[in-house]
Nanobody, 125 residues
Framework: QVQLVESGGGSVQAGGSQRLSCAAS????????MGWFRQAPGKEREFVAG????????AYSDSVKGRFTISRDSAKNTVYLQMNSLKPEDTAVYYC??????????????????WGQGTQVTVSS
């Protein structure tokens, strides 16, 4: 059983930056591709970014490509989401998730085995 705990959320002004962290415990970190998802009020949960088990391959949604960067630190069992040039439409609860079924990051929420509790990111204009 893997436990995921996100941190780093909060309020920021448009154009600013924020870094989210997701600490994993209870499993072998290198066995999971990792993803970040977000969910805004009244909307479905959507894929934001993903990183492969080794960290060598990443994927991004079109809406964040070029502004967000995902990375992982195997020594710390932690995955990060660096968010730059934030926009009000980035406001959402952000979740990290672990996928044991693929080496590379996948975009569908339903394939992920474990989820964190989420952290709120609010971007004001």
């Amino acid at each position: 059983q893997v436990q995921l705990v996100e941190s780093g959320g909060g309020s920021v002004q448009a154009g600013g930056s924020q870094r989210l962290s997701c600490a994993a415990s209870g499993g072998t970190f290198s066995r999971y591709a990792m993803g970040w998802f977000r969910q805004a009020p009244g909307k479905e949960r959507e894929f934001v970014a993903g990183v492969s088990r080794s960290g060598s391959s990443t994927a991004y949604s079109d809406s964040v490509k070029g502004r967000f960067t995902i990375s992982r630190d195997s020594a710390k069992n932690t995955v990060y989401l660096q968010m730059n040039s934030l926009k009000p439409e980035d406001t959402a609860v952000y979740y990290c998730a672990a996928d044991s079924g693929s080496v590379y990051p996948r975009r569908l929420p339903k394939v992920y085995d474990y989820w964190g509790q989420g952290t709120q990111v609010t971007v004001s204009s």
